[in-house]
């Protein structure tokens, strides 16, 4: 178990235990910490850790669950013209934050692609992109949230020429109608396959854990002018590929005009504590973040990273010491 990743997870969720494991770093703190955090089990003689620690906190998950890992191939068309022409990427590996940050970072460097294109009738230009980083980051925090950890099987990323698929095993919970993984809007289940590895993602912003992931990414491509995703599974539920397809204009072929407004007739997706933060400032403009931080029981530092990613909807109004809070209509 990783003392840093340990570290760099309660930096963002509680500060105290934060300190208490920079102050005493030795062994027993951190067993200590991770008890507090419910992340233990057994007798008291005899405490192992549970499954989720190795998920979210050991940096060689792999030597508790083989294949637990990333593996991306790039095929220079598609795998059915050119199958014997592909690069292989990674694999990847690491705990589940360290793959989809690793996973984004390859895609952000070597996949997303933007397109500016200039409209003569009007000063703004479109601008789309050929994947938005929205749906690729909750499609990959998807696949690792959803499968299962006893499946010696990787989480597989193809790109081809017409979209990326990712496959992950097994497919959608049986309690989910077949029509519902047709439609591709929303696979609502009570079922969570994992769903103690789904609270940390929470915590750490990668998940909602409330069956928003297909809406989320669908909402995301939308923006962006490109089709809709697709889900495939088997009537068994052995597998299940969900397929983001590449904007048309980078296929050349027609596309579709996003109107300016769109951004505001598509609601933001909020977190919990973002949602909470706004709730606050509503109830006290005048409240600081230090006085934020200590509701919400985090660092001032992660307060002011919400506050950052809630500039279009939430302004500070005056000076330092005498102004307030304004919400953006």
């Known amino acids: 178990i990783s003392p840093w990743l340990v570290r760099d997870y309660l930096r963002t969720v509680d500060s105290r235990l934060d300190e208490k494991l920079e102050t005493d770093g030795s062994d027993e703190a951190l067993m200590d910490v991770l008890e507090q955090m419910d992340l233990l089990t057994g007798p008291t003689e005899h405490r ?78 479109l601008r789309a992109f050929n994947y938005p980083e929205e749906a690729l980051e909750e499609a990959v925090v998807n696949s690792l949230y959803h499968r299962s950890w006893q499946e010696r099987e990787p989480v597989e990323i193809t790109i081809e020429e017409d979209g990326i698929s990712i496959l992950n095993f097994p497919g959608p919970d049986r309690s989910i109608p077949d029509e519902a993984i047709r439609d591709g809007r929303i696979l609502k289940s009570r079922r969570y396959r994992n769903k103690r590895l789904g609270e940390f993602l929470k915590e750490l912003d990668l998940t909602e854990g409330r069956s928003t992931g297909i809406p989320t990414i669908q909402r995301a491509l939308a923006v962006n002018g490109s089709p809709a995703a697709t889900i495939e599974t088997a009537s068994e539920r052995l597998f299940c590929i969900i397929h983001i397809p590449v904007h048309p204009a980078f296929r050349g072929e027609k596309t579709v005009d996003v109107p300016k407004n769109v951004l505001l007739n598509v609601p933001k997706k909020l977190t919990e504590r ?48 005498g102004g307030h809070w304004e919400l953006i209509s």
């Open 48 to 125: 192992i850790f549970r499954n989720v620690v190795a998920m979210i906190f050991c940096e060689k998950p792999e030597k508790f669950f083989p294949h637990s890992r990333i593996e991306i191939v790039v095929f220079e068309k598609s795998r059915i013209e050119t199958p014997d022409r592909f690069t292989e990427i990674g694999p990847i590996s690491g705990s589940v934050p360290q793959m989809v940050k690793e996973t984004m970072r390859i895609f952000k460097s070597l996949v997303i692609k933007e397109q500016v294109r200039k409209i003569p009738t009007q000063s703004e230009a």
């Open 274 to 321: 973002q949602s909470q933060i706004i709730e606050i400032i509503k109830e006290n403009p005048r409240i600081t973040r230090a006085e934020i931080a200590a509701i919400l029981k985090v660092t001032v530092k992660t307060v002011g990273r919400e506050l950052s990613s809630l500039s279009d909807l939430v302004q500070y109004v005056g000076s330092k010491k």
